[in-house]
């Protein structure tokens, strides 16, 4: 949150102007950068609207808890009001979004979605918005685990007239989705009191809310399961529900009209790309769609055919590999669900592919064509290995040569990482993927970062978290010989050796060897953690505590990152004729991405180990607690 008060504070302070400079100044120091303008502008109009609405209300007592950040999510709800019910004499809490539109229309083929003349592509409908946002707090706010009748949700357009808004109530309504206009203001009012007491001061309700735990998120490998079946196990949000309805209406169109069309949905780790990936793939499966969700990752679809379809085998068989479509006939698919697809290569073809089926086709124009909707979800900043070459120009090229329409919808919210936008910035910087070089980290309550002066020192805290109910993993760079792997029964060779610490590389087959998961089961199997993961298995997955070891293929040099292929044991990027500097940073900002709880950080390089320890902090050293 950036401010919290109760509602005669937030009035008086939004009147003398000082809540705006507090806001300003806390979302600096929480998030590293200013408000924009829209955003700064929406608080000084929409703020004070809110206040004087619980002040008339005679609500001046209730506690307003302002932008509000969801948990282990980098969105944030407007302003969550705390109370007491005024009849049942429960805790209450009312979700507030604040919209500014003078109007809004319902999307003609979605009522779940609208459009406002701001924006050229639709939005979410804010009714179906702050429902989801106390669907995300129920579920995430252990304050309100089973207690979801605690929770209510509106969205306030307080300059619009009915005449402009009316149409957005096409959705259901429900107590955790309402809509008031401006016009309705009394109706707004009485709904307020409705929810919260006039006579009971909410502070020490806000106080509950916020020390509710966090649950852990739910990651996605170990309920993929239910996901395909279910889809209501995790809550899509904002611009993530807008890009799982544009596909559903894609795909609606291309069998009412015999349309084709593709759709494209960038955005960062841990974005939600492949929750939605999964939530398209479940509804598709029980509307009898023909669909199938293909990537160009061994570990994570031979991960998703075992945990997702563990007892299923037609389910197992929804998962593919980019190049099973190179003899596919021309939209023999419905959908094509492409996760990963910055992991596209230039064709399909290896040394292993017939002469007959080597046709130089272009990977991307297999997977176009192979479907009447192709969606492809990708990540442009994650390509790792030469060959890479999955981006959203390359997409729109395809599709611009056969004449379709290709629609870009951008993920911003952030679930990996406890939802730190903060975290990943630092990481950006750090590495040189963003301007302004590496800056020191200051702790954001979501994420944990920490600096092991050894392996063994990072080993053991792990093992400490892992004691405590967390999963915990080491990677690193890859930048020790991967001897082959031993006979059932053997000891795996202990390939990455520091000093006197020697572990061994994860697995590269598809069978467990000594106690050792297969190698796509790395990232998912408790029976990991004794193996040290490189990029490979990691990419894709998540898991609680990260552990990092920076070998000598990056290391600081007085003010600068300088890189080294030479250090690099990977065949691949010591032969690449590429930007080898880049695949590198690339290779360690995954690695650095995978933890949802927090990262310890390693360096083989003690002038580079100095560094980290600098931006950490050296009292944020990993001993054991």
Not at 426 to 449: I, K, N, Q, S, Y
Request: charged share 25%.
């Amino acid at each position: 949150m950036l401010f919290r008060a109760s509602a005669k504070t937030v009035a008086a302070r939004a009147l003398d102007g000082s809540l705006f400079f507090h806001l300003n100044e806390q979302h600096y120091h929480q998030l590293g950068h200013r408000a924009g303008a829209s955003e700064a502008r929406s608080w000084e109009r929409s703020i004070p609207v809110l206040a004087a609405a619980l002040n008339e209300a005679g609500l001046g007592d209730v506690e307003v808890i302002l932008e509000y950040a969801l948990p282990l999510n980098s969105k944030r709800a407007d302003a969550v009001l705390a109370g007491r019910h005024p009849v049942t004499g429960e805790p209450s809490y009312v979700v507030v979004e604040l919209k500014q539109w003078g109007q809004a229309t319902p999307d003609e083929d979605d009522p779940e979605l609208c459009r406002i003349d701001a924006y050229t592509h639709p939005v979410l409908n804010p009714i179906e918005q702050v429902r989801r946002y106390c669907e995300h707090i129920v579920n995430f706010n252990g304050a309100l685990a089973g207690q979801g009748h605690r929770v209510s949700g509106a969205a306030y357009l307080h300059n619009a007239t009915e005449f402009g808004v009316s149409g957005l109530r096409a959705v259901e309504l429900d107590d955790q989705g309402q809509l008031f206009s401006g016009e309705r203001r009394g109706e707004f009012l009485a709904y307020l009191r409705s929810k919260l007491s006039t006579t009971v001061p909410g502070a020490s309700f806000a106080d509950a809310f916020l020390s509710g735990k966090q649950a852990p998120s739910k990651q996605l490998m170990s309920l993929a399961a239910q996901e395909v079946r279910e889809r209501e196990q995790f809550v899509l949000l904002d611009e993530q529900q807008v890009a799982y309805r544009l596909v559903l209406n894609a795909v609606r169109r291309a069998k009412q009209s015999d349309h084709k069309e593709v759709v494209v949905v960038t955005g960062g780790p841990g974005t939600g790309k492949s929750v939605i990936a999964l939530s398209l793939l479940g509804e598709l499966y029980r509307q009898g769609v023909p669909a199938l969700h293909a990537t160009g990752s061994k570990a994570f679809t031979q991960t998703m055919r075992k945990v997702a379809g563990a007892r299923k085998r037609e389910v197992q068989d929804l998962f593919k590999y980019f190049n099973s479509f190179m003899t596919a006939e021309k939209n023999a698919l419905d959908v094509l669900i492409c996760d990963e697809a910055h992991r596209l290569r230039e064709t399909s073809a290896n040394r292993w592919t017939r002469a007959a089926h080597r046709t130089g086709k272009p990977q991307v124009d297999e997977l176009v064509d192979a479907a009447r909707v192709p969606v492809f979800l990708l990540d442009e900043h994650q390509v790792v290995r030469p060959g890479e070459m999955g981006t959203v120009s390359e997409i729109e090229a395809a599709a611009a040569k056969r004449g379709l329409a290709c629609t870009v919808v951008p993920l911003d919210s952030q679930f990996r990482c406890g939802g730190s936008e903060v975290y990943l910035r630092w990481v950006l910087r750090l590495l040189g993927l963003e301007e302004g070089g590496p800056v020191a980290w200051e702790p954001d309550e979501r994420m944990e970062l920490r600096t092991a002066d050894s392996p063994e020192e990072m080993e053991r805290f792990l093992e400490s978290r892992r004691a405590q109910g967390y999963g915990a993993r080491i990677t690193a760079g890859y930048c020790w010989p991967w001897s082959p792997e031993p006979k059932p029964g053997e000891p795996l060779p202990a390939d990455v050796v520091i000093g006197d610490w020697a572990r061994p590389w994860n697995l590269r087959g598809d069978r467990s060897v000594s106690g050792a998961p297969a190698s796509s089961l790395w990232a998912t199997d408790p029976a990991g953690f004794g193996q040290v993961g490189c990029v490979y298995t990691a990419q894709g997955f998540e898991y609680d505590w990260s552990g990092v070891i920076l070998g000598p293929d990056l290391v600081w040099r007085g003010d600068r990152w300088i890189t080294d292929r030479t250090a690099s044991k990977d065949s691949v990027i010591k032969k690449s004729t590429t930007d080898v500097d880049r695949l590198i940073r690339n290779t360690y900002k995954v690695l650095l991405t995978r933890g949802m709880v927090g990262t310890v950080l390693y360096s083989t390089d003690p002038e580079t180990q100095e560094k980290l320890r600098e931006l950490v902090g050296s009292q944020q050293e990993a001993a054991v607690v």
